[in-house]
């Protein structure tokens, strides 16, 4: 899709556009899926641990398989295969360390004071979601964009590799486990493409997204729930990419890939069982406690479907554990 691409189609381009990176992760993926090279004790070591596995397989009741695609989703118009918790933790991820231990939100523009108060809010459920310290960082202003990575399409838009290469990678602290550039600003990814709403590039460990088009968060008929859910989710998805994750095709889930602003607004902000894994590995979080974190989260920003469902998976974990 070039004319109006969702997330998920940004996400895809900048795997297509980093060639050695991919072509790494495919060959990793052909060696490992196949079993060659592999003895049965570091297959048996590649596996995600027990405890964690068995806190998945709880959870599933609570989850919808994936449904079949639409016509214009993202799936029935992009083969893609999925991954399970173990082949990602094969996968050696990008992922918190003792040197790599921070989440940085980089504003980017001109924010009101409604918009820093959204950044600030989604630093707060990176933190929580990923049990990742997030800063936000101050913002940095659109003259650092030259006119070269600028156009007119209907409203300025600002070229999204320019960002990643010549703003965000050069000033990425050391400590950072990635870098996100927010934007109010629309974007582009390049020659042949209409816009789009984030891109991220897995092994610069930095990406960037725009809420212009999520809808308007004041004024008179501003839709603040929305904007602010709209959001939120892309945070967590483009995250879950810069972690390693790609798109889940098992489950209606955070990390399904999306078209439209439509099919996106259907996805869920909660991980599935198998995804979920891979972020308690990943990030050494607690499954009981990041639940309960993100609860709290929800009941802040008036999210009741999430705060409903985050409740039972911590309830669902806690009561299994007290039977036991």
């Known amino acids: 899709m070039q004319n109006g691409v969702e997330w998920g189609s940004g996400t895809l381009m900048v795997e297509l556009t980093r060639k050695p990176f991919l072509l790494w992760a495919l060959l990793a993926c052909v060696v490992l899926l196949s079993g060659h090279g592999i003895s049965g004790d570091a297959e048996a070591a590649a596996r995600m641990p027990e405890r964690l596995r068995t806190a998945a397989a709880k959870l599933v009741p609570l989850h919808r398989v994936k449904v079949a695609p639409g016509p214009n989703d993202w799936l029935a118009n992009h083969h893609e295969d999925g991954q399970t918790a173990d082949q990602y933790r094969r996968s050696n991820p990008n992922r918190p360390t003792k040197a790599r231990t921070t989440f940085y939100v980089q504003p980017i523009g001109e924010f009101t004071p409604a918009q820093l108060k959204l950044t600030t809010a989604t630093a707060d459920l990176l933190a929580r979601y990923y049990n990742v310290p997030t ?4 913002p940095l202003s659109l003259d650092v964009i030259p006119a070269k990575a600028r156009r007119m ?39 042949g493409w209409n816009f789009v709403f984030g891109e991220a590039s897995l092994s610069d460990r930095v990406g960037v997204w725009s809420i212009a088009r999520y809808g308007n968060l004041e004024g008179e008929r501003a839709n603040a729930g929305q904007v602010y859910r709209r959001t939120f989710l892309v945070a967590v998805h483009e995250t879950g990419h810069m972690l390693g994750m790609p798109h889940c095709t098992a489950f209606e889930c955070t990390m399904n890939g999306s078209n439209s602003l439509i099919e996106a607004d259907r996805a869920p902000m909660w991980l599935c069982p198998e995804c979920a894994q891979k972020v308690w590995w990943a990030c050494r979080a607690d499954p009981i406690t990041r639940y309960k974190s993100l609860v709290e989260f929800a009941k802040l920003h008036d999210l009741k479907a999430e705060a409903d469902f985050w409740q039972r998976s911590a309830d669902r974990l806690s009561a299994k554990e007290r039977a036991e």
Do not use: F
Request: charged share 20%; aromatic share 4%.
């Open 153 to 191: 399409n209907g409203g300025e838009q600002i070229l999204t590799s320019y960002v990643l290469d010549k703003v965000l990678k050069p000033r990425r602290p050391a400590n950072a486990v990635a870098v996100l550039g927010l934007m109010t600003s629309d974007l582009w990814p390049g020659e």
């Open 135 to 138: 800063k936000v960082l101050g």
